[in-house]
């Protein structure tokens, strides 16, 4: 009985989509803890005059919803923080359900158009209104994701 060699090209004609998967998952990770990390060195830093007066009017401008009263410096500061944390659960679901169900990455699946989606939806954001490092870090998990869809069974 002779055992016959195949190619490793033959035996897996197509790329995995799992690892750009994957670094589109990081990419959200990094986008969350480096958003984190900025605005606790801001907090941390000694304010320059241009901050100063800024966080002095937003402190003076208020909005009160439902009962609750807040400065619109405490709106802005909370829903970013918010939002970095929610970027951080994304990046770690994604990393935890693809490791437990690959099959969720590797055919073309929802689970697969939904960081796309939401990955293109941030780019397109942080374009108009972000300075380049989180254009930079969008445009690498757009195009991680996309690629993993394009290496996906259909």
Same mark, same amino acid.
């Given at each position: 009985m002779s055992a016959?060699?195949? $190619?490793?090209?033959? %035996?897996?004609? !197509? $790329?995995?989509?799992? %690892?750009?998967? !994957?670094?589109?998952a990081g990419g959200f990770l990094l986008l969350g803890t480096g958003h984190l990390a900025l605005a606790a060195a801001t907090a941390l830093g000694d304010p320059n005059p241009q901050q100063q007066a800024s966080s002095a009017a937003m402190r003076e401008s208020s909005m009160t919803l439902l009962g609750l009263e807040r400065s619109t410096l405490d709106i802005v500061q909370g829903m970013s923080l918010v939002m970095a944390l929610f970027v951080i659960a994304c990046g770690l679901l994604a990393l935890t359900a693809v490791r437990h169900a690959p099959a969720l990455v590797e055919r073309r699946t929802a689970f697969g158009w939904i960081p796309l989606v939401a990955s293109l939806v941030g780019l397109a954001i942080s374009v108009l209104l972000l300075p380049i490092p989180p254009i930079v870090v969008l445009t690498v998990t757009t195009c991680a994701f996309a690629l993993s869809l394009r290496r996906a069974t259909p």
């Open positions: 016959t060699v195949t $190619p490793a090209l033959e %035996r897996n004609p !197509r $790329p995995k989509p799992l %690892r750009p998967f !994957r670094a589109g």
